[in-house]
T-cell receptor
Framework: DSGVTQTPKHLITATGQRVTLRCSPR?????VYWYQQSLDQGLQFLIQ???????AKGNILERFSAQQFPDLHSELNLSSLELGDSALYFC????????????FGSGTRLTVV | DQQVKQNSPSLSVQEGRISILNCDYT??????FLWYKKYPAEGPTFLIS?????DKNEDGRFTVFLNKSAKHLSLHIVPSQPGDSAVYFC??????????FGSGTKLNVKP
């Protein structure tokens, strides 16, 4: 157990729908990062939050949004889902804005049918 | 813009032999490098790191080498074990404390 908790572990939904992925960071970590891993692809950075504020954006689609709450948990919202959004979504957390690496959760596998 | 590249998507090695995983980067401002290991259905876990002020860091069977002039990073696993079979990601940190990840190399260690 890495200390980063992601729920749900698996999610199957239809095209056009909206889903919310949840992440609880490791205790004491203020930064949360969201990554997408599609089939045979590397880890694509989506977005970072630090202590409730957005800090960096990567290749995140406009249909996707995220937020970090006062208790530091984060949610990634994916809307108007397309088949190509099927992927593993990882959350990672770190202290001090990620100076020495991230701790990853076990991911949420999203399947869009 | 792929600033960190792992050009070998897969590698197969016999148990007991050396595994060498390679990683190239383009940004000379990267100052800290990591290797992560990922098993199926699990998140990546930290394996080993190296600062840009060093050229080698060793931890048990795992050694990371850094060649700054070539902008090249490698991970050596000696001896390789079947339990090492996983996907290995390299990552590099820029001067804004942001990490960039490679696309991963899938290592298969055959018994």
């Amino acid at each position: 157990d890495s200390g980063v908790t992601q729920t749900p572990k698996h999610l199957i939904t239809a095209t056009g729908q909206r889903v919310t992925l949840r992440c609880s960071p490791r205790s004491g970590d203020l930064s949360v990062y969201w990554y997408q891993q599609s089939l045979d692809q590397g880890l694509q950075f989506l977005i970072q939050y630090y202590n409730g504020e957005e800090r960096a954006k990567g290749n995140i689609l406009e249909r996707f949004s995220a937020q970090q709450f006062p208790d530091l948990h984060s949610e990634l919202n994916l809307s108007s889902l397309e088949l190509g959004d099927s992927a593993l979504y990882f959350c990672a957390s770190s202290n001090r804005q990620g100076s020495y690496g991230y701790t990853f959760g076990s991911g949420t596998r999203l399947t869009v049918v | 813009d792929q600033q960190v590249k792992q050009n070998s998507p897969s590698l197969s090695v016999q148990e007991g032999r050396i595994s060498i995983l390679n990683c190239d980067y383009t940004n000379s401002m990267f100052d800290y490098f990591l290797w992560y290991k990922k098993y199926p259905a699990e998140g990546p876990t930290f394996l080993i790191s190296i600062s840009s002020i060093k050229d080698k860091n060793e931890d048990g069977r795992f050694t990371v080498f850094l060649n700054k002039s070539a902008k090249h990073l490698s991970l050596h696993i000696v001896p390789s074990q079947p339990g090492d079979s996983a996907v290995y990601f390299c990552a590099a940190r820029n001067n804004f404390n942001k990490f960039y990840f490679g696309s991963g190399t899938k290592l298969n260690v055959k018994p």
